[in-house]
C-alpha cells in the first residue's frame, strides 16, 4: 500500500523568494505522483503531475517537482514566490493500475511581502 | 463552463436530519468520487464510481449513501446527520481509475451541522 508524508505543516517565504514544499512517498510499484493546490474556499487544481516519464515534471504558474526515486521524495518547487502562491499544498501518490490515491496532509503556504 | 459542479455551496442544517448534496461533470469522465476535507484540511476518499458502480467504499458510515444516476453524475445522500459530519465535501472526476489520471475537483459544499 502506498502512502504519502508531507515534511511540513506551514511554510512561510517572501515574496521573491524560492518556495520548496518537502513530500515524501511509499509504494509497492511504480508510483504516479501529484501535487495539488487549494486556494481559499476554493476546489483543489492539479499543479503537476508524474507518470514514470521525465523525472523533473514542470507545472503551471512556474512550478516543478523532481521524483527522485532513490530518496522517495516528490518535492515541489518555485523560483520566485508571488503572493498569489499562498494556498493549501496537497503531494498525492497513486500505484499506477491501483484505484486508490493517497493524500499528505497539505503544507500551508504563506507568502510575506 | 464548469467542469465539475456541486450544489448546495453551503448547508447548515440540525442534527438529525436528511440531506443531499448534487454533483455534475461535463468532462465525459468515467469515474467520479467524493472526499470529506476536515476542519484540519486532511482530505479523505469516501467513494469512488466507475461508470456506475461502486469502486471503494473506505470506512465510512452506512449513513452514507452515494447515488449515481448516470455517469455524469454522483450525489452524496446523508442520513441521520450528527455533528461529525461538519466539513467540506468535495466531489472529483476523471478519466480513469485513481492511478495516474488527475482529477479534477468540484468548488465544495459546506456542511454545518447544528
Known amino acids: 500500500a502506498q502512502s504519502v508524508t508531507q515534511l511540513d505543516s506551514h511554510v512561510s517565504v517572501s515574496e521573491g523568494t524560492p518556495v520548496l514544499l518537502r513530500c515524501n512517498y511509499s509504494?509497492?510499484?511504480?508510483?504516479?505522483l501529484f501535487w495539488y493546490v487549494q486556494h481559499p474556499n476554493k476546489g483543489l487544481q492539479l499543479l503537476l503531475k508524474?507518470?514514470?516519464?521525465?523525472?523533473l515534471v514542470k507545472g503551471i504558474n512556474g512550478f516543478e517537482a523532481e521524483f527522485k526515486k532513490s530518496e522517495t521524495s516528490f518535492h515541489l518547487t518555485k523560483p520566485s514566490a508571488h503572493m498569489s502562491d499562498a494556498a493549501e499544498y496537497f503531494c498525492?501518490?497513486?500505484?499506477?493500475?491501483?484505484?486508490?490515491?493517497?493524500f499528505g496532509a497539505g503544507t500551508r503556504l504563506t507568502v510575506k511581502p | 463552463d464548469t467542469a465539475v459542479s456541486q450544489t448546495p455551496k453551503y448547508l447548515v442544517t440540525q442534527m438529525g436530519n436528511d440531506k443531499s448534496i448534487k454533483c455534475e461533470q461535463n468532462l465525459g469522465h468515467d469515474t467520479m468520487y467524493w472526499y470529506k476535507q476536515d476542519s484540519k484540511k486532511f482530505l479523505k476518499i469516501m467513494f469512488s464510481y466507475n461508470n456506475k458502480e461502486l469502486i471503494i467504499n473506505e470506512t465510512v458510515p452506512n449513513r452514507f449513501s452515494p447515488k449515481s444516476p448516470d455517469k455524469a453524475h454522483l450525489n452524496l445522500h446523508i442520513n441521520s446527520l450528527e455533528l461529525g459530519d461538519s466539513a467540506v465535501y468535495f466531489c472529483?472526476?476523471?478519466?480513469?481509475?485513481?492511478?495516474?489520471?488527475?482529477?479534477?475537483f468540484g468548488p465544495g459544499t459546506r456542511l454545518t451541522v447544528l
Open positions: 508524474y507518470t514514470s516519464a521525465a523525472t
Open positions: 509504494s509497492s510499484y511504480s508510483p504516479s
Open positions: 498525492v501518490v497513486s500505484d499506477q493500475g491501483d484505484n486508490d490515491m493517497r
Open positions: 472529483a472526476s476523471s478519466r480513469g481509475l485513481a492511478g495516474g489520471y488527475e482529477q479534477f
